[in-house]
């Protein structure tokens, strides 16, 4: 039998899930307009207003999206950087983190102090720009994620997860003769899936999203990657003129579909990493409780 | 021992293939550049494609080989621009920026650019300085050198205008505004008297931009028939240059857009941000100040207006004229927003300089608008006809040169078009010296403005929408003035200012004798 509700807990509960329906479409909404509006004809669609369904539908500014070549190339950089950011990414972070783990390291406190430094202070653009164009990484792939794959937040992430694996299961495979390079690959990485998955889908998030390194070390345009592409074309409009102090009417954005083809190039740029989270989602609840809570 | 071996030869193969490879590199740049100069440029308007057919048929028809490197977009361009200038290799030979008033000045001192007048000097055909009047390059003239040559430089003098809704005030029966009180009047009825019949009380006499910030110049109806812009200085009749927003005129015409506030006549976004093509589509506001642009039936912001209610009429009228009967529009700056310059990356920058000249013609901005004749347009009854669609224009690289290129003007624009642009620019000259745009650098000349400016701006922009909103006081507007002189040392400000208006007539006489002498293109 069911416990009965007391009138102040019904009312609770109605209350509750009104708050989180309200919260949810606030949630939605944007999202949903976007959609709307890159589906919308465009004279229709600059008169505003709310979009509960495409006002005059079309599918033009998507057809214009995909022809667009600087799309297409952006989409090739975006999945290079952002798989092989992840990638390694994953792989280098839990490779470091697995020594600074270990509480008979050498000059481990050393260590850890030096990777923290990093976290809190940076070389500034300039000489980061100056250290790859020295490697010859500038106007490569390389650029957009090498200097992103290591973040010290993420190795104490998995440093700490890695606290929580007993030791005596390092010292029963070395008895049975493991090295330590298969303890870690062999026991220790297959053991941490969910705090892999977390970071690789913290990578993965933080490389797909990325705009600024393109703007910055990558020179040929078809190099640039998807997020650089969109925020151009985001930021190619009046208000952002404007807001830079120049008061000329930009006559090249008078066209009347660079609202709603900015739209569909957002909902292009956005579906990609949104598609990946329900895949990951199950790591990523796990992954981040068992980091926290440590015993 | 095997593997110390092996390792070895390693080595020895990347070094020696390294060395190969950047042999390789210098041959092939050596090469080039006896038979075509390279030149890098920064591109921001456009559609900003790479290695697209425009580029290569431009290197094609002034013989040289372009190398085009495009800026992100607004919010970023200033970071890459920095960048590049900081990076010797990566330093484009002609540099198209603006703004960056701080870094043009350090470049200038770290011999980062060219002075470009001796090579202006040295072209062939002088396409450059034969559109570049004394006045559009004194702001950038200094010590007998000129780094930079403003580019954008089609406008004539104005690019704004009043706006009313013609197809409302046939309705109601009512007559262009021409003075301060037909404003009201007309606003007045455009709130109350239901213009668009739709039965309910949603449209305003008045409204105006505001992407962020309250752009005083949406208010230009009023303010300018006062006589003064709020946020330009000007000489006033005493024979002193006053920062507009402190003279009694301007007191007034708040008074003025208060009570219109008041009675509702004022679409509120104007303080708060919105979109003006927006807010003028939706059937909103009835009359506003923006751009001549809107006045052109192909205008994206008419044509949705035109969607939305079929017999609208958008009808540019002249500037709403003052108690004393002065009237004016919006002059533009005398230079341009945005500029171009040569950097000392280029190992020869006469020859680039004569290949920018040779860029400035007619046919070059055919070139760039819009393509090849036959292929890409035709000319009917003496118009140019495009006949590719706007997807191919931009895969052509067609219009890549926007903001770089200037020269003679290779289409007319509609008669009425034209006309309003010179009506303007008419109304618009007149205010000059009224609302005063310094030419010599601010920065350098008043430094008492410098110190406070941004402190009066903020206080200004407080005070005056509170005023016309209602939330403060007139008298805060009195306490402002008073704070401008006192506490901003605004008698200095106005000595300081006066003597630059006086310093740019001398400077500008003087300029202007070299530029007969040395520049003008007989």
């Known amino acids: 039998m069911a416990i009965k509700e007391s009138k102040g807990e019904r009312i609770f509960h109605v209350v509750n899930v009104i708050l989180m329906i309200i919260l949810m479409i606030l949630m939605i909404y944007p999202f949903w307009y976007v959609i709307m509006y890159s589906l919308s004809k465009p004279e229709l669609a600059m008169s505003g207003g709310a979009f509960l369904k495409p006002k005059g539908f079309t599918l033009d500014a998507y057809k214009m999206v995909f022809r667009n070549r600087s799309i297409l190339y952006g989409l090739k950089t975006s999945l290079i950087v952002t798989i092989g950011g992840a990638g390694i990414g994953t792989l280098v972070s839990a490779m470091t983190a697995y020594p600074l783990s ?128 969109l925020r151009e074309i985001i930021t190619n409009t009046q208000e952002a003129m404007t807001r830079q102090g120049i008061t000329i009417r930009n006559e090249n954005s008078s066209n009347v579909s660079q609202k709603t083809l900015t739209m569909a190039t957002i909902m292009v740029t956005t579906i990609p990493i949104l598609v990946v989270y329900p895949f990951v989602q199950k790591y990523f609840v796990k992954g981040t409780m068992i980091g926290s809570v440590k015993g | 021992m095997n593997r110390k071996k092996i390792l070895c030869l390693l080595l020895i193969v990347s070094l020696i293939s390294s060395f190969f490879a950047g042999c390789n590199k210098k041959e092939t740049t050596s090469s080039n550049s006896t038979e075509k100069i390279k030149i890098s440029m920064t591109l921001m308007g456009g559609p900003k494609k790479p290695n697209t057919w425009f580029q290569e048929e431009l290197g094609k028809r002034l013989n040289a080989e ?17 960048l590049l200038m900081q990076d010797k290799d990566k330093m484009p030979d002609v540099l198209w920026f603006n703004g960056m008033g701080k870094e043009y000045k350090q470049w200038v001192e770290a011999g980062l650019l060219v002075d470009l007048i001796p090579l202006l000097k040295n072209t062939k055909d002088k396409n450059i300085l034969k559109k570049l009047t004394a006045e559009m390059l004194f ?3 200094k010590d007998g050198k000129l780094y930079r040559i403003p580019t954008d430089i089609g406008g004539n003098g104005c690019c704004m205008t ?117 807010l003028i589509s939706k059937n909103k506001i009835g009359m506003f100040y923006s751009w001549q642009s809107f006045y052109n039936p192909e205008d994206g912001t008419n044509k949705a207006l035109k969607a939305n209610v079929p017999n609208a009429e958008l ?62 347009y035709k000319i009917e009854n003496g118009k140019i006809v495009r006949t590719i669609s706007e997807e191919e224009k931009n895969n052509l690289g067609l219009g890549s040169l926007g903001w770089i290129w200037f020269g003679p003007k290779f289409i007319e624009d509609p008669p ?41 701006d903020d206080m200004m922009n407080e005070i005056f929408v509170g005023v016309i909103t209602g939330q403060k006081d007139i008298s805060e507007y009195d306490k402002f003035v008073n704070a401008y002189y006192n506490k901003f ?9 006066t003597e630059l208006y006086n310093k740019e007539k001398v400077e500008f006489e003087k300029f202007k004798e070299f530029y007969d002498k040395e520049l003008k293109v007989q």
């Open chain 2, 139 to 141: 702001p950038y003239y």
């Open chain 2, 489 to 497: 040392e605004g008698h200095q400000i106005e000595k300081e200012a």
């Open chain 1, 102 to 229: 270990k509480k008979d390291m050498p000059g481990k406190k050393i260590f850890t102090y030096l990777f923290l430094f990093t976290m809190f202070f940076g070389g500034g653009l300039v000489p980061e720009y100056l250290l790859l164009k020295k490697l010859h990484m500038l106007d490569t792939y390389w650029a957009l994620f090498l200097p992103g794959c290591i973040s010290v937040w993420n190795i104490l992430v998995i440093k700490n997860f890695y606290k929580g694996i007993p030791d005596s299961l390092e010292e029963s495979a070395k008895i049975d003769g493991a090295s330590d390079l298969t303890v870690f690959f062999k026991i220790i990485l297959p053991l941490s899936k969910p705090i892999l998955a977390t970071i690789a889908l913290f990578l993965a998030v933080g490389f797909w999203n990325d705009f600024f390194g393109s703007i910055v070390y990558i020179f040929d345009k078809d190099k640039w990657s998807l997020q650089a592409v």
């Open chain 2, 315 to 376: 009808l540019p009228i002249d500037p709403i004229k003052g108690p004393e009967g002065f009237s004016a529009d919006y002059p533009e700056p005398p230079g341009s927003w945005c500029y171009i310059s040569v950097t000392s990356h280029a190992k020869d920058p006469q020859a680039v300089v004569n290949v920018l000249d040779k860029m400035m013609t007619k046919e070059i901005g055919l070139l760039n608008e819009y393509g090849e004749e036959g292929k890409h």
């Open chain 2, 66 to 82: 372009f190398d085009f490197i495009m800026l992100p977009g607004w919010e970023e361009k200033n970071v890459k621009t920095n």
């Open chain 2, 162 to 278: 009043t706006y009313v809704r013609k197809d409302w005030l046939d309705k109601l029966g009512l007559e262009v505004p021409k003075t301060v009180d037909d404003f009201i009047k007309v606003a007045r009825a455009f709130t109350k008297n239901d213009p668009d019949g739709n039965g309910k009380n949603d449209t305003y006499g008045f409204g105006g931009q505001n992407s962020g910030s309250v752009d005083w110049r949406a208010f230009s109806p009023i303010f300018y028939a006062y006589g003064y812009a709020p946020d330009f200085f000007g000489m006033y009749k005493d024979g002193t240059v006053k920062l507009g927003a402190t003279v009694p005129e301007t007191r007034k015409a708040l008074i003025v857009l208060r009570d219109m506030y008041k009675e509702g006549l004022i679409e509120p976004t104007i303080f708060t941000g919105n979109d003006i093509g927006q």
């Open chain 2, 416 to 456: 009425q078009i034209a006309k309003l642009a010179e009506d303007r620019a008419k109304s618009a000259n007149a205010a000059r010296d009224r609302i005063h745009h310094f030419s010599l650098s601010i920065r350098e000349n008043m430094p008492t403005y410098m110190k406070h400016a941004t402190e009066i």
